[in-house]
């Protein structure tokens, strides 16, 4: 049986990884899976810190938080400097380089993609970085069905941004493919 595999997103307030966790929980419990979703931000809720842990399994999860990353999203240097040292070592590490420019260590799976940069420059704006990095994120990991994360997105997002959310998906999976090759 294997273990529960454990994410963390993380950045700052407002840059929706409270979101992105709560569609990535869906996602696996459309996909039949257990999960449990926990979140944590700091007093500010723009600009503080922000984090989501999600962890997806076949069999009981007896602690709701992430401990050990099997993937860490992060999304700020502050995030990444302060969860890096939590990542397995056979963990896979994303970050956006557009606010991550050192790493004080690399793991092996390390993607540096600038997602805030691509979605603005493809979308117009810089709103949809969570989505573009989450679908990544699933792409990379194949933690969730890439249907599953469609609907998943669909039922938690305004209907008037679904297709903007849709778009920012698309770029995601387009981005793991080329770094995936």
Not at 101 to 125: D, Q, R, W, Y
């Amino acid at each position: 049986m294997a273990k529960p595999y454990e994410i963390r997103l993380s950045g700052s307030g407002g840059q929706g990884l409270i979101l992105a966790g709560i569609i990535l929980a869906k996602a696996a419990v459309y996909d039949k899976r257990r999960v449990t979703q926990t979140q944590s931000y700091g007093p500010e809720s723009r600009g503080g810190y922000s984090r989501a842990d999600v962890i997806v399994g076949d069999s009981e999860i007896y602690f709701p938080e992430a401990t050990q990353f099997d993937c860490l999203l992060a999304l700020t240097q502050e995030a990444c400097d302060v969860y890096l040292f939590d990542l397995k070592d056979d963990g896979i590490l994303i970050i956006d380089t557009t606010y991550v420019k050192n790493l004080s260590m690399t793991a092996e799976n390390t993607f540096e993609i600038p997602f805030t940069e691509v979605v603005i420059k493809e979308l117009g704006s810089p709103i949809t970085a969570n989505i573009c990095s989450l679908a990544f994120l699933v792409k990379v990991t194949g933690v969730v069905k890439t249907e599953s994360l469609k609907k998943a997105i669909a039922d938690s997002v305004k209907p008037a941004f679904v297709d903007l959310n849709y778009k920012a998906m698309e770029l995601g999976f387009q981005l793991a493919d080329l770094h995936l090759k």
